[in-house]
């Protein structure tokens, strides 16, 4: 039996493992769920031995733990692959009651998996984890494996920078994959080539000192919500452009080259009406709808919260606003120095009737990857079979910060080895992952270990 | 025993009997708080029996019940006073743990009675009830008592208005009295003689059809909290004037003579810090404090959210946001019209991108009094008697719709027996009832009625 056979024989029994996975609440953002975090990782320790990995550890962190595994019998001379995914995933508030399925009670609908994590990133490291299993069960596996797992993604990563700093031997290899990106679809596979950097910040704005009755004090002490979205709305012009002054600086013209071969990235108006259910983009003059995306950097509002937010009303002056924003950047921008001039702005637009304070929260930088290294094109052939068509490429808008760690420290190649696709709704209701995309990634993994282990 | 040596004998049980209706959490923007809602009102109802009240009822509404009571024993000849209040209370969540002592356990601090609802109503109205106990106890009640207490009038009155519609007879009296009001301090007592309308609205923006990744979409979705943001920002210059086009349109200039008598309203830098925290005022240019709060209308942002306002990050493109806002209203605004005004404007500044929805939540009308009334001098000479000063006249900022409709309606002049302090913090933590209030109070509202009888 080869690996792909082996893949279609076990294709359900896989998809039954997967859901034990995803029942886990590893949401790493509210910090009740920490139990939850560490039985996930014990739940892949003891995974990744069922399926033979000679080595398996849980390196503990300042946060939470990190689980690392290896399969190094292929020797000395054969190519080492690292594959990184994270364990953890974003909480599933369900304000709206807009999830169909308990978001952690994963069920199969019309032939997708729906599930927090089931896309991001639960599922696709799955994925690598059962190519490996089917190359190993088939004894097919020419390359030495690594896998790195970490359960601090969605807050920042801030334990695996010092980690891969600090185990760059044990983390040693060829070729780093990532699996935590989307294809442009079934029928058109693609690969990112480029991911935004972000930084996180908070924004609060102090009034008084306590909340007030807005009849007696209305009109006569400045209404520290008012202040914030009067900044807020400073931070961008009537177009959609960013105002903080020299955000754009070290923003890199893309050439036409470049600009040409982003151009095949698919876009129409309703796919992305049925994507978002807007009935019309928005963004900056001069730029398609993927450059916007991939290309250019943003500042957005995450989250904003002031005074009565319940049912009903008060009417209340409140004490203090809070808004989380965020921005994605691009070549040449630093997280660093955005983060002082967002903080210097919003200093100099702070009336003085009221105080603000900025808060950089967590950061990670942008990354570009070589389009014509050998693995690049190993992975161009990889998906080719699994998918059956030539994978185009794409600059990405989510940010993937460890990849910029891996590429420096590491001093490998990182390929973004992704096998979403753009409607799976990560970090919304109804997130979800295509059977039919974990069987034909299982495959396209496979086939990226037996191009590796040729070249 | 007159009536006074009756209020200083026994000042310490009124104070317990008080404490048991503050710890009834009768919330009624919280719908989970109905049955404390009723709680109260079945406390008042034995209450008012058991000082000697002839009939007492509670009425069921479409809302929340009416206690109504009354003692008619002075005779047609005699004057009758209808004393209205309220026994519903404002929410007391303590977000920034600023409480220092459980707002539904009363406890006195330093002279002061501390609890959700102590000035604001249940303190006020009781002082009124232990006014009339006081007067019926020393066989000394020369005129005859209605009581109307509500348990809506912090989510907007809605049911008191057909109320006093359909039961105008039951109701009729030769002047209403309403303790629902600060005086300026125990030294300078103050009768309000204007007060603010309002209306209470939400603007909900709608972006994408759920919460969407902010790396996937951001830069190419119209983000809704940032359209929010835009739209409040545009409702008041960079002076604070509100730009809504017409929202002064009905506004009247004071005349010369009245803002005389208005600048004998105390105000000093330092109270303001004392009572808010702030260290500046803010306002329109123009006009000085106390006409900022009493005679200029404000668009007020009560509450904001959107997205993610938990605890860390989740870079989430939120698919909708909302704003809580209110407007305090002068002679001759009218709500209604302000709630078009505001609506027309909201929908001529929202971009196509987004969707916006203008919910006008509840309205009522400003009021102005009479100054010279024989009532107004009544009240004049029962606070010298109370408070030992002569009291000013004010412009409160605060607004008490359903003072308009006993005017309409009853056709009786409405006089503001207030007896609460500027620093009593109702609406924010640590609502408090000064003790001292609470009896000069009583003593006010017992002159109150005497001065009537003899009238």
Not at 371 to 392: D, H, K
Request: hydrophobic share 40%; aromatic share 8%; charged share 20%.
């Amino acid at each position: 039996m080869n690996p792909y056979e082996y893949i279609d024989a076990n294709c359900q029994d896989f998809v039954e493992e997967l859901k034990a996975l995803l029942r886990i609440p590893s949401i790493s953002t509210l910090s009740e769920h920490a139990g939850d975090i560490r039985r996930a990782a014990e739940w892949l320790r003891a995974h990744l031995k069922t399926i033979g990995m000679t080595r398996v550890e849980i390196f503990e962190t300042p946060g939470y733990p990190i689980v690392y595994a290896e399969w190094l019998q292929a020797g000395d001379d054969s190519p080492t692959v690292l594959i990184y995914g994270h364990y953890d995933v974003q909480p599933a508030d369900d304000a709206g009651n807009m999830w169909q399925s308990d978001p952690f009670e994963p069920v199969v609908r019309g032939g997708n998996l729906f599930a927090r994590g089931a896309t991001d990133d639960k599922g696709q490291v799955f994925t690598q984890i059962k190519a490996v299993q089917s190359l190993l069960e088939t004894g097919s596996l020419n390359v030495n494996i690594k896998f790195i797992i970490e359960g601090e993604e969605e807050i920042g990563s801030s334990s695996i920078y010092p980690f891969i700093d600090e185990h760059a031997d044990l983390l040693s290899a060829d070729v780093v994959v990532v699996s935590d990106t989307s294809i442009q679809s079934l029928d058109q596979p693609s690969i990112v080539y480029g991911l935004r950097g972000i930084t996180f910040l908070e924004i609060e704005v102090q009034g008084p000192a306590h909340d007030l009755h807005s009849g007696m004090y209305g009109g006569l002490v400045h209404n520290p919500a008012q202040a914030l979205v009067e900044i807020l709305a400073q931070m961008h012009d009537a177009e959609g452009h960013i105002t903080v002054p020299g955000f754009y600086d070290r923003v890199v013209a893309l050439d036409e080259a470049e600009r040409a071969e982003l151009t095949k990235t698919p876009f129409t108006l309703e796919r992305l009406k049925r994507e978002t259910g807007v009935s019309a983009p928005w963004g900056e003059p001069g730029y398609k709808p993927h450059e916007r995306i991939g290309v250019r950097p943003t500042l957005e509002i995450n989250g904003l919260v002031s005074g009565w937010t319940g049912e009903g009303g008060k009417t209340v002056l409140p004490a203090k606003a809070l808004a989380k924003i965020s921005c994605r950047l691009v070549p040449e921008q630093d997280p660093v120095e955005i983060d002082r001039l967002i903080t210097d702005y919003v200093n100099t637009i702070t009336p003085d009737t009221v105080t603000a304070e900025v808060r950089p929260m967590n950061r990670g930088g942008w990354a570009v990857m070589n389009l014509n290294s050998a693995y690049m094109q190993a992975a161009v052939r990889a998906y080719e079979f699994g998918f059956g068509a030539r994978p185009i490429f794409m600059r990405e808008g989510g940010s993937i910060p460890v990849v910029v760690s891996f590429q420096d420290v590491l001093k490998a190649p990182v390929i973004m080895l992704g096998f979403g696709l753009p409607d799976d709704n990560l970090h919304g209701p109804n997130e979800k992952y295509s059977l039919e995309c974990f069987e034909r990634g299982m495959k396209t993994a496979v086939k990226f270990c037996q191009e590796i282990a040729s070249l």
